[in-house]
């Protein structure tokens, strides 16, 4: 149970953290239009999304805060209620954290504060909550896939034993 609140607990620091980066683009970045970071690299530009990702569902508010709401409330009672390994809590908490923090955007402006803008190829301008939101979900898929190897080779080995001991049985 004390892992389940403290993960939640990491969640709220990001979307904190995310929230007061956004405060900080609205007041600094927002005036200068952009910054540069690294020439040709990345820059800090202030962008206002009303969409997702690559401006999805642009100009579709309701049914973006209707349904992060729907998803953030069933990860929420997953990080609650589900016992996980700690791979799989983390990689919900930066799901969680994310989704919360462009959600408070939506919701009170009606569009995401974006502020990293890749220079060095065609990419969405983003911001930290994106960035958790991905990094959870790369690190959910990879998960899966390292927990599906695993079951596999436990179950060929289980497979293999017992064929074993049926050997050994009949000799």
Known sequence: MI???LSVV?????????????????????????????PGIVELRYYL?????????AGKQTLLIVMTSIMLVCVLALLLLRKMNPWERVSWMLILG??????IDRVLNGEV???????F???????????????????????VV??????????????QQQQ???ADGTT
């Open 49 to 57: 999304n009303d969409g997702m990702a690559f401006s999805m569902l």
């Open 121 to 143: 190829m065609n990419f969405a301008v983003f911001n930290f909550a994106d960035i958790c939101i991905t990094t959870g979900v790369i690190m959910l898929m990879l998960w």
């Open 10 to 38: 990491g969640a709220a620091l990001l979307v904190v953290a995310d929230q007061l980066i956004k405060q900080w683009a609205n007041a600094v970045l927002q005036p200068v239009g952009a910054i540069t970071l690294l």
């Open 98 to 103: 994310g989704g919360v923090g462009n959600l």
């Open 113 to 119: 504060v974006d502020y990293i803008n890749v220079l």
């Open 164 to 166: 074993n001991e049926n």
């Open 3 to 5: 892992v389940s609140f």
């Open 146 to 159: 390292y927990d599906s190897i695993k079951k596999d080779k436990e179950e060929k080995a289980a497979a």
